[in-house]
């Protein structure tokens, strides 16, 4: 067995947090990235576990060191996956990144470090399905839905550059096909690349 490193991406409301909180649930050998940001904590987010809050300074000292995998503005604050954070969580278990096609490119280019890294691309069964699954989640405005939904289609286009894509039409199935990618995987060794 290998501890590996899973990149997760899939359009907003596709269900990736719901199909990785069941992944943890069932697998002790799986952890899940914590990343760095510069916005404030929301109420009921605690350091360490939603995110490592920092300052701009902080981060951006981060940034000079080398201290990430990948990272980006979202909404005038800055968003990062630390490097040093992965490594360490790595000695212990398999990791699942939860990142955009933008931050997987970027992980992608650092297998000399981690030997091979798994990008999982999960994609809805249709659009419509999509679409119903973010109203249904009550998170989304009417501006935010669009936004959303306007870049499905950037996102699928993607779709090559990923080791695998996961549709998650029945819930039960989609877990069982990433526990096997996931089982595959951590089975299998870097020589073999
Ligand atoms: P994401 O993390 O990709 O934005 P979520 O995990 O929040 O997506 O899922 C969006 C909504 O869709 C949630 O309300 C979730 O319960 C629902 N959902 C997720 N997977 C499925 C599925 N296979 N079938 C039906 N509903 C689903
Ligand atoms: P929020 O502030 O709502 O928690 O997250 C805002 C956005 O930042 C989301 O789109 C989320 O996916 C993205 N994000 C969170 N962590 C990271 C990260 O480590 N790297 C990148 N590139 N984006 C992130």
Redesign the pocket.
């Known amino acids: 067995m290998k501890n590996r490193l899973f990149v997760i991406s899939g359009p907003a409301g596709v269900g990736k947090g719901t199909l990785v909180k069941l992944l943890l649930q069932e697998d002790p050998a799986l952890t899940l990235s914590v990343?760095?940001?510069t916005?404030a904590p929301r109420k009921g987010e605690v350091q360490g576990r939603?995110?490592f809050f920092l300052t701009k300074e902080g981060f951006q000292d981060r940034i000079d060191s080398g201290d990430f995998l990948?990272?980006?503005e979202?909404?005038g604050?800055f968003?990062?996956?630390p490097k040093s954070f992965v490594l360490e969580q790595l000695e212990e278990k398999s990791i699942i990144l939860?990142?955009?096609v933008?931050?997987a490119r970027q992980v992608k280019q650092h297998e000399a470090d981690f030997g091979r890294i798994v990008l999982i691309m999960i994609v809805p069964p249709d659009m419509e399905t999509l679409k119903s699954r973010l109203v249904g989640r009550g998170s989304e405005t009417e501006e935010t839905l669009k936004n959303r939904l306007a870049r499905v289609e950037y996102e699928y286009a993607q779709k090559d550059k990923y080791d695998y894509v996961v549709v998650n039409d029945n819930l039960e199935e989609a877990k069982r096909t990433l526990q096997n990618i996931i089982l595959q995987e951590t089975n299998r060794g870097d020589k073999h690349d």
């Open positions: 990343s760095c940001t916005r939603e995110y990948e990272w980006d979202h909404f604050n968003y990062g996956t939860e990142i955009d933008a931050g």
